[in-house]
């Protein structure tokens, strides 16, 4: 474990240069540049916020609030996959010619969405403060849920990007799946809706339980529940430690299909 704990800080240098490359990349030759991180996710946000609250009347408190929420947690998680999942792929030439831990390259993608997860919690942030919200304290345990969603994102990435290596039907296969993994997280709809059948299998969605856990703290004022705590936690986890499993296993034989 120390041997991988060196190698990390030893490329940590490397890794801040790739998050800085993808947000430059990103953001050039636009005016504001990577003021966008900002204005970007606040005017989807105002969009988004009129749009569905004209057309879901949902008995929810705040529902413009409820509906952000749900945007900034999904968004994220879409955008840190489908970024992790082209990773390797994408740092085809550089893999081929140097050794750099392949990991670093999932990690740099993530990171470069969790710069965009911070602007969109400050945009969040802005429109409670415009909306005259009440600001909780417990907005500040807002941290314990978006580290496991970042938790879970990477080892997600981590999957995707190694079967994407062997397999690139994935690429385009993957808009498909997240199109219908909206539709199983709460992000526009309340839970109270759902069939019992269709209620149990939306909770197995470990998005669900962050995004309740996000909404409590932001919005509601209400602490994490400690069993949806722990079974959130050992779900983010678990899926990266097989993430880990998985790339460690496949990244030697990388190189032969890229």
Request: charged share 10%.
């Amino acid at each position: 474990m120390s041997v991988y704990i060196q190698n990390f800080v030893k490329f940590k240098p490397f890794l801040k240069e790739l998050v800085s490359r993808d947000v430059k990349v990103k953001y050039r030759r636009s005016i504001l540049g990577v003021l966008w991180t900002l204005l970007n996710p606040l005017l989807m946000m105002t969009v988004l916020s009129i749009v569905f609250s004209n057309l879901f009347k949902f008995d929810i408190e705040n529902f413009p609030l409820y509906l952000l929420c749900g945007q900034v947690i999904f968004n994220f998680f879409n955008d840190a996959t489908t970024n992790a999942m082209s990773a390797i792929i994408g740092s085809a030439s550089l893999i081929k010619k140097v050794y750099v831990p392949k990991y670093v390259f999932v990690m740099s993608r993530v990171c470069s969405s969790l710069i965009n997860l911070m602007a969109s919690c400050a945009a969040l942030f802005l429109i409670m403060i415009g909306m005259h919200a009440e600001l909780h304290w417990t907005m500040l345990l807002s941290v314990v849920p978006l580290f496991l969603l970042v938790v879970l994102a990477l080892g997600i990435g981590l999957i995707l990007a190694t079967i994407a290596v062997k397999y690139r039907d994935v690429l385009h296969l993957y808009s498909v799946l997240m199109a219908v993994l909206m539709y199983l997280t709460p992000v526009i709809y309340p839970m109270s809706i759902l069939p019992e059948w269709l209620y149990h299998l939306v909770m197995i969605n470990p998005l669900t339980s962050i995004l309740i856990m996000f909404r409590n703290v932001v919005i509601y004022g209400r602490l994490p529940g400690l069993v949806m705590l722990l079974v959130t936690a050992a779900e983010a986890v678990l899926c990266l430690g097989v993430g880990c499993w998985v790339f460690y296993k496949h990244q030697d034989g990388f190189i032969f299909d890229l």
